[in-house]
């Protein structure tokens, strides 16, 4: 079994970017937040060089 924590969903005119994590009882919401922003950062660089 696997998650996909990162994908991205698009048509002709727009995109959507998805980006999961793991919250547990531990987990802190400032460096989850932190942890997700910098996953949708990662497929946000890579469209943007597509389209360059």
């Given at each position: 079994?696997?998650?996909n924590l990162?994908?991205?969903h698009f048509d002709e005119s727009?995109?959507?970017i998805y980006a999961g994590g793991g919250i547990t009882a531990?987990?802190?919401?400032?460096t989850e937040w932190?942890?997700?922003s910098?996953?949708?950062q990662v497929l946000l660089n890579?469209?943007?060089?597509?389209?360059?």
């Amino acid at each position: 079994m696997f998650v996909n924590l990162r994908c991205v969903h698009f048509d002709e005119s727009r995109y959507c970017i998805y980006a999961g994590g793991g919250i547990t009882a531990k987990s802190e919401s400032a460096t989850e937040w932190d942890e997700t922003s910098a996953k949708s950062q990662v497929l946000l660089n890579a469209i943007n060089q597509s389209l360059s």
